[in-house]
């Protein structure tokens, strides 16, 4: 044990929503003495600056199952956890403006329906009387999911937090975890974690810090095929004509997606050229909400905006709001142990689904560092698929980039 420590089962790195629903599965599986260390506050980082959508309708079985289930956890929450999760369940319409879009669609809709997701196919009238101010006459067809919705993703995180710590998970914040502790043969096994309030040991360290994995990984000599790249959302000040009951909209063919906020709407989207970051590069006082913020992004999106909905070129924008969502090169997350260290996990890539995606990646995970395995096949999913680490950053950030800018395309799996 490292000299002088507090001692741990485990240890959780990030106290995002990552994190916490990590934490809160290892507990809920058994393990007793989980602590998560956390640089900051719970549920600061990339966390609160997510958009928080919630859709099912996924390009494969795994994540169109899955988030499903995740679905149902939300739906009862408040009657196993006495309460609210934040869990918003408007539904959503998915719109196509083209034919090729209304095929893809199409095929969307019977695949999804085949793994089990209720959802039916509109008309372009049945979307307007849902979402008043859409211009039916730029839609050809629509998808409706009456079971997705959206989150407020701060108040998810404290929920399940919550939940973890009536299971006795420790959260301990303002601790920055300075470096992993190994020792052992060839110095490859986890002792615990080094911070700047000192030592906690542990035979079991996970690794969910978002953006930051990328340096943690580096302290003992890691690669990870992720790449920080920001995402923009806005809101827009209260609008007196929007419904109750709006639900979250998605156009693909704009890559833009729209949900209700206090009164107004938060519009989101893709730029077909996002700026990558490094962490390494910043300098040490970067916080998430520091990330700039392009007005340009808005205005190259606009259009596809205004297209579907005309009213919103009247709308005035309040605020803008920019996080750092770390991608992988297909789009999928990266879970698992390391194999190159032993009591050493990571969970990375949330790939702009980090939200809608926590429960599962807190519960596969939970299952990779007690039992080895997952329930499901989850090899899609693994830390270790890509083989021979990339040796080249721009091949990596372009590769990244392309699933960002097509993250609403059949064959990338992100919907």
């Given amino acids: 044990m490292l000299s002088g420590a507090r001692e741990a089962a485990a240890v959780v790195v990030g106290g995002g929503i990552w994190g916490c629903a990590i934490a809160y599965h290892l507990a809920r599986a058994g393990l007793r003495e989980v602590v998560v260390l956390e640089r900051r506050e719970l549920a600061s980082g990339n966390t609160p600056q997510a958009a928080g959508l919630v859709g099912q309708l996924r390009a494969s079985p795994l994540m169109c199952r899955s988030v499903q289930a995740v679905v149902r956890r939300l739906q009862g929450w408040a009657s196993e956890h006495g309460e609210e999760c934040g869990f918003r369940q408007v539904g959503s319409l998915k719109l196509a403006l083209t034919d090729g879009r209304v095929r893809e669609l199409e095929q969307h809709v019977s695949q999804a329906r085949q793994w089990g997701l209720d959802v039916e196919l509109v008309s372009a009238k049945a979307a307007q009387a849902r979402v008043p101010f859409l211009d039916a006459g730029e839609v ?129 989207g893709f730029e077909a050229r996002p700026k990558a970051f490094r962490m390494a590069d910043l300098p040490p006082t970067f916080e998430i909400e520091h990330t700039e913020k392009d007005l340009g992004v808005l205005e190259e999106l606009a259009g596809g905006l205004t297209r579907a909905f005309p009213a919103l070129a009247r709308a005035p924008v309040l605020k803008g709001c920019a996080g750092l969502p770390t991608f992988t090169p297909d789009g999928n997350y990266l879970l698992g142990a390391v194999p190159e260290v032993e009591g050493l996990w990571m969970a990375a890539g949330c790939n702009a689904v980090g939200i809608a995606g926590a429960l599962l990646v807190g519960e596969w995970m939970a299952e990779l560092v007690l039992e080895g395995r997952t329930a499901i096949d989850t090899a899609s999913q693994a830390l270790t698929r890509f083989g021979t680490r990339y040796g080249d950053r721009a091949r990596l950030g372009t590769d990244c980039e392309a699933i960002y800018g097509n993250f609403y395309s059949l064959d990338k799996g992100a919907f």
């Fill in 140 to 268: 050809r067809a629509a998808a409706w999911i009456p079971g997705d919705g959206y989150v407020e993703p701060y108040t998810l995180t404290m929920a399940i937090a919550r939940a973890a710590r009536r299971l006795g998970v420790r959260f301990e914040t303002g601790r920055p975890v300075t470096a992993i502790s190994l020792g052992g043969p060839a110095r490859r096994a986890v002792r615990g974690v080094e911070t700047t309030r000192g030592p906690v040991a542990a035979p079991r360290v996970v690794v969910a810090a978002g953006p930051w994995v990328e340096q943690v990984a580096a302290s003992v000599g890691l690669a990870v095929d992720t790449v920080p790249l920001r995402h923009q959302h806005w809101t827009t000040a209260p609008m007196s004509d929007l419904p109750g009951d709006l639900p979250v909209v998605r156009v693909p063919d704009a890559s833009v997606y729209i949900r209700p906020e206090v009164g107004g709407l938060l519009l989101g």
